[in-house]
């Protein structure tokens, strides 16, 4: 009978399993926050009578009936406000669908009336965007203009005011 088990250095019927190692390991875990836990409230706070009197205040006012009421009001309007974005969402994406579907049946049946039309819509197009990224450029480049052109007005300035001392 002895014979069969392999010699131990521990005493008998001290069997290390995993699930006792586990237990010691959370229990170790366990302890630890809580006396980690202990010294954090004890330490440097010492009790605020006006903090104290503050939280007392909310709490009573969050008690009165006017403040529950204003309260379900604006968790009743924020739902609102979220199922409205929900809807609007949907509804644009529904728009754009239509729009998307709109563009493509009249660019077939503009291609039906006429087989160049496709052809000169989208030149047309292109010289929309053309005009409108120049008269973006020129906008952006006219605010630069205009700080180096009051530069050099100030430049225009100084000698004449250099010939006037």
Do not use: W
Not at 45 to 50: A, G, S
Not at 75 to 82: E, G, H, N, S
Not at 103 to 111: C, E, H, Q, S
């Amino acid at each position: 009978m002895g014979g069969d088990l392999p010699s131990s250095p521990f005493p008998p019927n001290t069997m290390i399993t995993i699930r006792t190692s586990l237990a010691a390991a959370l229990l170790a875990v366990g302890i630890h926050a809580q006396l980690a836990a202990v010294p954090a409230k004890d330490e440097g706070h010492t009790p605020d009578p006006e903090h104290a009197r503050l939280v007392a205040a909310r709490k009573a006012a969050n008690d009165l009936p006017e403040v529950a009421s204003a309260e379900q009001q604006a968790k009743a309007d924020r739902a609102l406000t979220a199922k409205a974005y929900a809807d609007y969402k949907t509804a644009r994406k529904r728009s754009n669908d239509s729009e998307a579907a709109y563009r493509k049946v009249f660019d077939i049946a503009l291609a039906k009336v006429d087989e160049g039309a496709p052809a000169l819509q989208e030149k047309e197009r292109a010289a929309f965007r053309d005009r409108m990224l120049k008269a973006r450029a020129a906008k952006k480049g006219g605010a630069k203009k205009s700080v180096a052109k009051a530069d050099d007005d100030d430049d225009d300035d100084e000698p004449a005011a250099k010939a006037s001392n």
